[in-house]
């Protein structure tokens, strides 16, 4: 009998790309398994539609998509932001529950598993209807994983209020961090006393009673975080597994892609820089005017990723930085050594021989892209738990120049701005041409480490292999 496994990603980019690739690689890992990913429809699109529309164009033989019918908005658009994917998953309910008892009652395929995302773990409940074993997909860090366990933990056994942790200069000692923490980098989100913190603690007690965890990092990336899952009782089997990245992907925008790369072909290997803040990363006017004013002053070439913010109301992410204020003549004036796009192919600009270095906003995947092509990282993170992640990669790891490790998005409200002249130093330190440099030394290493990993008897190899163990 073959077996089964239902995928159930969150409608976002980035952790639908993730959990499609990771079905991918469990396929061709396992002749015997096939994968089921229901994807479900979020108001704004971030990319998805595209996306979808490319896995219709290109099937993977035992992988099936199945799209969940499209829920009205504003059944969850009242919700809190940390419960509104929660809140899709339970308005998608009765479609799962017909969807598995059909599954289930299949005479040739076994289902052997239900794999969520972290976000919408609440659809264990119809899996445990079923009584089909549940895990749980990671897509942040190991070390995140570990804050979120532990202040859960704070919140439920020490009683301790973890939303007064907003705004204080207080460090914590987190058992997946070998530094102390400063609670300046922990996300937002934990801190909202609004009721979202409760939402997101909720997911994580509900993490505990799977069966495993999947995290998409690797052994040698975070040695410390991920010994310190497998060493609490409390938390189930940890499963490092990545990195797990859609490297193919030049983009929905080929035409766009095409000219980028172009422009990059004409650049002097590892001159350019490349700025890019994620699909929602967006700056107020006076603050990219000091980002252009920062990159000009550095003399150093660029590539620069910039979008307009979203307005309320807005279902679809702006491609284009068309009507973005830059300084009087900036465009003209850096036209022989830099590029001012939207969208970018990031993968395909990272992997370039010409691109030297990276501005990014720290979300998880970039890092592991960063990581996989080698490419030193200046951090400014902005939503989530980016600024925890930028913390990480600088004073946990080692392997990224600080920009700032606590920016966040909701800055654009406070008038908070990064200056001119902090910005020039930063990208000249990151460009740097010692090519000895520790940064530089470390972030080859763990690139080479990286590939290690995910080839046969590699450490994620090996966990993946413990995992169909399990599984099977």
């Not at 892209?369 to 951090?379: G, L, P, R």
């Not at 990224?400 to 008038?415: F, H, L, P, Q, S």
Request: hydrophobic share 40%; proline share 5%.
């Amino acid at each position: 009998m073959k077996s089964e496994l239902i995928f159930v990603p969150i409608p976002v980019i980035g952790h639908l790309v993730g959990m499609v690739e990771m079905a991918k690689l469990f396929i061709s890992r396992h002749e015997n398994l096939s994968v089921t990913v229901l994807i479900a429809k979020f108001f704004i699109d971030t990319g998805i539609d595209n996306y979808n529309k490319s896995l219709l164009a290109k099937p993977t033989p035992r992988l099936t998509i199945i799209y969940l019918p499209e829920i009205d908005p504003q059944k969850y658009l009242l919700k809190p932001r940390c419960a509104i994917f929660p809140s899709i998953i339970e308005n998608q309910k009765t479609h799962v529950r017909d969807l598995m008892s059909h599954m289930t009652q299949s005479e040739s395929t076994r289902v052997v598993g239900l794999l969520a995302d972290i976000l919408f773990v609440d659809i264990f409940d119809i899996a445990d209807e079923f009584n089909v074993p549940t895990y749980v997909y990671s897509p942040a860090g190991a070390g995140f994983l570990g804050l979120a366990f532990h202040l859960q933990t704070l919140n439920d056994d020490k009683k301790q209020d973890v939303t007064e942790f907003r705004n204080s200069d207080t460090e914590l000692l987190v058992p997946s961090f070998a530094n102390p923490v400063p609670a300046e980098v922990l996300p937002s989100i934990f801190f909202d006393k609004e009721g979202r913190h409760d939402v997101l603690l909720s997911l994580y007690r509900r993490c505990r009673e799977t069966k495993g965890i999947i995290v998409n990092t690797f052994e040698e990336l975070e040695p410390y975080a991920i010994n310190s899952l497998r060493m609490d009782s409390m938390i189930p089997p940890i499963y490092p597994v990545g990195p797990i990245l859609n490297l193919n992907v030049v983009g929905q925008n080929s035409d766009e892609a095409a000219v980028i790369l172009g422009w990059l072909d004409e650049q002097p290997p590892s001159s350019v820089v490349f700025l890019c803040f994620g699909s929602l990363g967006s700056f107020t006017e006076n603050q990219v005017k000091e980002i252009a004013m920062g990159l000009e002053r550095s003399g150093h070439r660029f590539l620069w990723s910039l979008r307009p913010c979203i307005s309320e109301g807005e279902t679809q992410l702006q491609l284009k930085y068309s009507n973005v204020e830059l300084p009087a003549g900036f465009l003209d004036r850096t036209s022989c050594v830099g590029k001012v796009i939207g969208w970018a192919p990031q993968v395909a600009v990272l992997a370039h021989k010409a691109v030297g270095g990276f501005v990014s906003h720290c979300g998880w995947n970039s890092i592991l892209e960063s990581v996989w092509y080698d490419m030193s990282v200046a951090t400014w993170p902005m939503y989530g738990e980016q600024q925890l992640n930028a913390f990480e990669m600088v004073k946990e790891l080692g392997l990224a120049v600080e920009i700032e490790v606590d920016y966040r998005n909701e800055y654009n409200k406070t008038g908070f701005i990064v200056r001119a002249d902090e910005i020039e130093t930063k990208i000249k330190k990151l460009m740097m041409d010692e090519k000895n440099s520790e940064i530089r030394k470390k972030v080859k290493e763990m690139k080479e480490k990286s590939r290690v990993a995910m080839s046969e008897n590699g450490s994620s190899y090996t966990s993946l292999a413990k995992l169909f163990e399990k599984i099977m």
